[in-house]
């Protein structure tokens, strides 16, 4: 197993580093300093690699476009309606980004920092620490929190997110994830995917995607993954995705949330988390140009990629049984979100 440092480039007047992990078996993962974002999943395929991230070389690129691809998410991934909820008997007011909602952290969230970082190296995995000390004055939340957001790959080709928050003298609200974009095949859209998730339901969103509080059954929809389904038949009938399943038996452990699969080359991700939810999106269309290194030069096209985003349901702070986001006031919050990598023919 192997550690390398580089240094990337500087984007916003900070120096980004660039971290990559290499395994045993030839997988390596690269992460930048700068949104912690992931930035290449690079399996071995012929004589070469392949990343199955939609990536950049620069890091400027990450930021020219509105999408948060790879970036890690947080304080709080998806909306917070009206940017407003209730702690401890008292109104909070949240930054508002998009519609007068909170969206994945506000304008200052966990995407737009250089973060600190460390290495790790055990017996048989190899780990990036970043870590970064967040005011309320940095992103409009309450509280001041430790954030800490480990990537760590093994040798069994598994990469594990870990997010942890430690509360400061406030209570405040902890729901990171990353916004990461796959695709695992050689072609520039989902045709040759498969993809099953451990959902039967969605949540009900209003015009601005705010979560009703309602779920609706997959059943008879094209958001029936309960078994494998080509990615793109789905996603042409659905017209995109920008969708929230609430993953069945959450924290049991007992079924992945979900597995995408390239039935060309045979790759395949399998996910695990404690989270309760899974956003899926796929880019339905795209408001500026978007150049990803693995097409070489072409535009990136709607529906090139599938985010699949393991975290809290969305808005969980202001509905029922969505599931407990608070990180209380000297407290700590941790979650994991695993990614193994298999090939399967
Ligand atoms: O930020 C890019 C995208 O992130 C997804 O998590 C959201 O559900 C989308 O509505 C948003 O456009």
Redesign the pocket.
């Known amino acids: 197993m192997d550690i390398f440092r580089k240094e990337l480039d500087t984007y916003d007047g900070h120096t980004v580093t660039q971290i990559t992990l290499v395994n045993d078996n030839g997988v390596e993962i690269s992460c930048l300093t700068m949104g912690a974002i992931w930035q290449a999943f690079s399996v071995p395929s012929g004589a070469g690699k392949k990343n199955l991230l939609l990536s950049f070389e620069h890091t400027k690129d990450y930021y020219a476009n509105?999408?948060?691809i790879c970036k890690a998410i947080g304080r709080v991934?998806?909306r917070i309606a009206h940017g407003k909820c209730e702690l401890n008997g008292e109104q909070v007011q949240l930054p508002q980004n998009e519609n007068g909602n909170t969206?994945?952290g506000g304008q200052n969230g966990f995407s737009t920092y250089n973060w600190n970082y460390t290495t790790s190296r055990n017996k048989n995995s190899v780990s990036v620490i970043f870590q970064k000390k967040i005011t309320e004055k940095m992103d409009g939340f309450p509280g001041n929190i430790l954030a800490t957001i480990i990537y760590t790959l093994n040798n069994n080709n598994k990469v594990t997110i870990s997010f942890s928050a430690l509360g400061g003298s406030k209570d405040s609200l902890f729901n990171p994830t990353n916004?990461v974009y796959f695709n695992l095949s050689d072609r520039q859209d989902l045709s040759s995917h498969s993809l099953k998730i451990n959902s039967s339901a969605t949540l009900e969103t209003d015009e601005n995607?705010i979560p009703t509080g309602r779920v609706k059954e997959v059943e008879a929809t094209p958001l029936d993954f309960r078994d494998f389904r080509n990615v793109k038949a789905a996603a042409d009938e659905a017209d995109g995705f920008?969708d929230a399943f609430v993953v069945n038996q959450p924290g049991k452990g007992t079924e992945p949330i979900a597995v995408l699969r390239d039935e060309d080359s045979g790759r395949q991700i399998t996910i695990d988390s404690d989270r309760n939810g899974l956003?899926m999106?796929n880019m339905p269309a795209l408001d500026t140009e978007i150049k990803f290194s693995r097409d070489q030069g072409k535009p990136a096209i709607p529906g090139e990629w599938l985010?699949l985003?393991a975290q809290t349901l969305p808005d969980a702070i202001n509905q029922e049984n969505f599931g407990d986001i608070v990180l209380p006031k000297n407290g700590k919050r941790s979650y994991h979100i695993q990614f193994a990598y298999d090939k399967i023919k």
């Open positions: 509105a999408q948060n991934a998806g969206l994945h916004h995607n920008d956003v999106y985010a985003e």
